[in-house]
């Protein structure tokens, strides 16, 4: 397993929606088109809501995509590859 600390997000994109009286967060990396959903308070300010956001997508891209690790890409056996073929 790979530790969510080890995921390097290079850019981030956030969108912040206002649902009464919190925030609906979107952080996406658009390296790997991953998204992660979170609700917060905004008394909390935008730095913090960006950083757990930001750690909420290390960790669910950690569980997803294990071969992404630092900022080399490797590949994942898909269609026609046997893990084998794979170095």
Not at 39 to 58: C, H, Q, S, V
Not at 76 to 87: F, P
């Amino acid at each position: 397993m790979v530790e969510p600390r080890n995921v390097r997000l290079h850019e981030v994109l956030y969108e912040f929606v206002s649902v009464g009286r919190y925030l609906r967060v979107n952080a996406i990396d658009p390296r790997t088109g991953i998204e992660v959903t979170m609700i917060a308070d905004p008394r909390y300010g935008e730095t913090l809501i960006k950083r757990l956001a930001a750690r909420k997508l290390a960790y669910v891209i950690s569980k997803r995509r294990p071969g992404l690790v630092g900022s080399r890409r490797q590949p994942v056996a898909g269609r026609g590859q046997s893990k084998d073929e794979i170095t």
